[in-house]
């Protein structure tokens, strides 16, 4: 089997597409009450999400999980005020997002519905704000 070069813009889409899949996953477990996958699942969507988001910038992703400094870098790349609003209003929940990837392997960590929902419209509302900012540059 011979194995292909992905480009940027390949490994993009890729990113996205994965990161399309974790979240619906996400609302399979929501449903199911699998509360802490559902976390993990959110927290894998908007890391690829981010990192899909650095490549369509121009920029290489960091070897980083952390939610908080790839929307940084975002922020700084795409100099957009929406990205540094949304570090300060959801610092705690982005926080939480980043515990999950780490309670996931580690430690045993429930959540409650009302958790997992608040995390779930924090990543859809970053998709959103930064989709808008992607939008704009192409």
């Known amino acids: 089997m011979r194995s292909r070069i992905l480009t940027k813009r390949d490994e993009a889409e890729y990113l996205l597409e994965r990161s399309r899949r974790f979240f619906e996953t996400a609302i399979i477990q929501i449903d ?5 996958l559902a976390a993990f699942s959110l927290e894998q969507s908007i890391q690829l999400y981010l990192k899909a988001c650095l490549l369509k910038l121009g ?4 070897r980083t999980h952390s939610v908080r400094r ?19 209003r959801y610092a705690v929940e982005i926080g939480s997002l ?3 990837y780490i309670t996931s392997r580690h430690i045993s960590r429930d959540y409650s519905r009302e958790e997992i929902e608040k995390l779930k419209e924090i990543v ?3 998709k959103n704000v930064v989709g808008r900012i992607l ?4």
């Open 70 to 88: 790839l929307l940084e870098l975002v922020g700084d790349l795409s100099e957009q005020e929406d990205v540094k609003e949304l570090l300060l």
């Open 59 to 62: 920029a290489d992703y960091p």
């Open 32 to 36: 199911r009450g699998f509360y802490d």
């Open 135 to 138: 939008d704009k540059g192409s």
């Open 124 to 126: 859809e509302e970053v």
């Open 98 to 100: 980043e515990d999950a």
